[in-house]
């Protein structure tokens, strides 16, 4: 059973930074992208950043040059810097992975609890 587990999230003030951690533990067969979305009150679920296998990372617009994914591939976690943050980053940032359970099944996506993020003087 694939488990994604999340840490990091909490209450910040403007311009402030914050770290979010996201492992991925249980028997699987291989990982391949790893990333995070968020979603706000009364919003869609969005990408925010996601690193692929390889080395290729994808940014959303809004994140760009504030927020740095990284990978740490002998631990299969990601993680995301979040620096200069602002009060519309406030949302439930979600943890995806992208696994291939057993050799010859097909990639699924797995998804983390969520995690609150926070930014308010």
């Known amino acids: 059973q694939v488990q994604l587990v999340e840490s990091g999230g909490g209450l910040v003030q403007p311009g402030g930074s914050l770290t979010l951690s996201c492992a991925a533990s249980?028997?699987?067969?291989?990982?391949?992208?790893m990333g995070w979305y968020r979603q706000a009150p009364g919003k869609e679920r969005d990408l925010v950043a996601r690193?692929?296998?390889?080395?290729?990372?994808v940014y959303a617009d809004s994140v760009k040059g504030r927020f740095t994914i990284s990978r740490d591939n002998a631990k299969n976690t990601v993680f995301l810097q979040m620096n200069s943050l602002k009060p519309e980053d406030t949302a439930v940032y979600y943890c995806n992975a992208l696994i291939q359970p057993s050799y010859g099944q097909p990639y699924d996506n797995y998804w983390g609890q969520g995690t609150q993020v926070t930014v308010s003087s």
């Open positions: 690193s692929i296998n390889g080395g290729r990372t």
């Open positions: 249980g028997s699987f067969f291989r990982l391949n992208a």
